[in-house]
């Protein structure tokens, strides 16, 4: 497995958090903790911006990839509005946390707790060319469920 170095400043607030960690050695993603300094409560439908107190600096031609966490989907509704969210290589400022409460009833956000994962990927910059023709396809211009369920 390929391993790359990112350097994370946990932030003034961030203090007695553990920083991101792989949950097991087949892990994709890195487990971050909310950094509230106090319970925060998010009601069915509500979207809240949850900090985690962590700055990051991630190589040029990389990101990271900010994920929903599984559980919290299956278990309370809980997902990503912008899932997944993005942090480029050249943002410097604190990593937020953009949840969604899609559940039926409220959930509670608690200093420390896991709340998204964060996947490192390479990045490729694709060179834009405008043309007047595209390669055929065997789908062509079939659009949204074209293709059928089974």
């Given amino acids: 497995m390929d391993q790359i170095r990112i350097n994370i400043k946990p932030l003034e607030h961030h203090e007695g958090l553990p920083l991101p960690a792989y949950a ?38 990389y990101e990271a990839q900010i994920r929903a966490r599984s559980g919290l989907a299956l278990k309370h509704g809980i997902g990503m ?20 409460n899609w559940g039926k009833a409220p959930f509670v956000v608690r200093r420390g707790d896991r709340i998204a994962q964060m996947v490192i990927s390479k990045v490729c910059r694709a060179e834009v060319v405008a043309t007047q023709e595209l390669a055929p396809t065997a789908r062509g211009t079939g659009g949204f469920g074209h293709s059928g369920i089974a």
């Fill in 81 to 100: 509005v912008n899932s997944p969210g993005t942090v480029d290589s050249d943002y410097r400022g604190e990593v937020g946390v953009i949840l969604i």
């Fill in 24 to 61: 097991s050695d087949g892990a994709s993603g890195m487990d971050i903790r909310a950094c509230v300094d106090s319970p925060v409560t998010i009601n069915p439908g509500e979207i809240r911006l949850i900090p985690t107190g962590l700055a990051v600096s991630i190589p040029a031609g």
